[in-house]
């Protein structure tokens, strides 16, 4: 069975403090890797897709990396406004949209 | 563009009832995914439309249904409501099934009384 794991659950960080999310999976046949943002009572917002082992994408304070085995989304000198939920995604199988989902990364961002 | 449409955005029924829930995609595409999402089983994948064809199906109970129209805008309906059923019900478009980005929706919260 397909199993994505995030940790930590949850990040507590001064405004400024560099840290990362970490997502690890097992899955047959990866289609595509997901991370989403997720504020309180909202949709999860799209941040990037990866592909393949390598590949690397950044936005502003963020910068998604990716293994046969995990991802990482780093968050390089956060603000408060980037505490939210981070959720990992991941899409396998021959064909169609299932998302498997990670349970997800709360942080924190204290000024 | 408009983004992805969801109502109502929060209704309260009883156990026992039914409901349909509705989802407007992202002008052009014609992917709509269906996701529950619980404190305690996070987010999970009830079903796949596209082009009015159920595409995939999660392990929801068959009480969980839906159908897609031929302007892509989708339904969900549950019938039997049980307590457990409530939950952020969230759609998500895409311009098709391949793979693509899927955008979602603000999502539907559900109180089953």
Redesign the interface.
Known sequence: EDQVTQSPEALRLQEGESSSLNCSYTVSGLRGLFWYRQDPGKGPEFLFTLYSAGEEKEKERLKATLTKKESFLHITAPKPEDSATYLCAVLVGAAGNKLTFGGGTRVLVKP | KAG?TQTPRYLIKTRGQQVTLSCSPISGHR?V?W?QQTPGQ????LF?Y?SETQ??K?NFPGRFSGRQFSNSRSEMNVSTLELGDSALY?C?S?AA???????????T?LLVL
């Open positions: 992805v992917s995914s996701y996070g987010l999970q994948f796949e596209f595409r995939n999660g969230l998500a895409s099934s391949g793979g693509g980005t899927q955008y979602f929706g603000p999502g919260r």
